[in-house]
């Protein structure tokens, strides 16, 4: 069976969802710090987990069997930025007690989000490639290279078979954003159905590396089912598919809601977001197991608002 922590996030309720799809509901363990939105509830077994309590995880893992573990706890890079002592904990801590789990033969298979603020300022900003300069300067992106270098060395040292994608800023609906920096492109949508209006915490011209969640899913679960042997990269593997402004977005936007406006206040995340890079290079993934993204910005924004117009279950 399968356990997913952090199930309650922004990735890890859309993940439960697809792998209860694949795998069947019962052998899908959620768990979270806090419970779930209504779907995730009543679909399957839910556990009340602290990722960062390696002798509670173990406890599940026993109880329900599990062989693989979905790592999606962890906080996001401007809430890190007010709390960087807690992030850290909470980022590496859990990593480390996952990576002993399967050291210690408890489960088979990890899978651990690494993210594209592993580059820094000083990094090439346009069609980053796998290697490169990495000097992040954000509590996140050290939280997150720092992971990517223990993933590596688990698995040259101790075999243990985990497995991780950078992934750029996700794009959703199904959850309201969880303090990304990212996830203006979230709550874009969200105001413009509501408020018709959306006040953009980057300045217009502020260029980022995005993906819509569906595809961040699909590229998730292809990366766990690919033979190990065509998993060439342990740290982390750089993932893309589109990249896009807040200027560019709200014009697409437009096409559906032609009154919709947009306004710019750049806050704190407008440096996070200027130390990241604009677009990426993901040739290795695509080379390595077949990867292929399949929304652009267009059908992105179609299929939310589609979504976002339909009367919908309460969201979380
Ligand atoms: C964030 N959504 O904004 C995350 C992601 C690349 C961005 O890591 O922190």
Known sequence: TILVLGASGQIGTELTQKLRLIYKNNNVIASDI??????????????????????????????????????????LSATAEKFPQKAWDLNMTSLLSVLDLAKEKHIKQVYWPSSIAVFGPTTPKNNTPQKTIMEP????????????FWCNYYHEKFGVDVRSLRYPGIISWKTKPGGGTTDYAVDIYFK???????????????????????????????????????????????????DFTPKEIALEIQKHIPDFTISYKSDFRQKIADSWPQSIDDSEARKDWNWQHQFNLESMTKDILKSLNKPQEETV
């Open 34 to 75: 806090r419970e779930g939105n209504e779907e995730m509830m009543s679909s399957g077994p839910f556990e009340i987990i602290d990722a960062t309590d390696k002798e509670t995880i173990l406890k599940i893992v026993k109880k329900y069997n599990v062989t693989q573990v979905y790592l999606l706890a962890a906080m």
């Open 137 to 148: 300067t954000t509590v996140y992106g050290i939280s997150k290279i720092s992971g990517e």
């Open 192 to 242: 413009a159905v509501k408020d018709k209006n959306y006040e953009c915490f980057l300045s217009e011209n502020t260029r980022l590396p995005m993906m819509y969640m569906n595809d961040a899913v699909e590229a998730t679960i292809r990366l766990m089912q690919a033979k190990p042997e065509d998993v060439k990269i342990r740290t982390s593997y750089n993932l893309a598919a589109i």
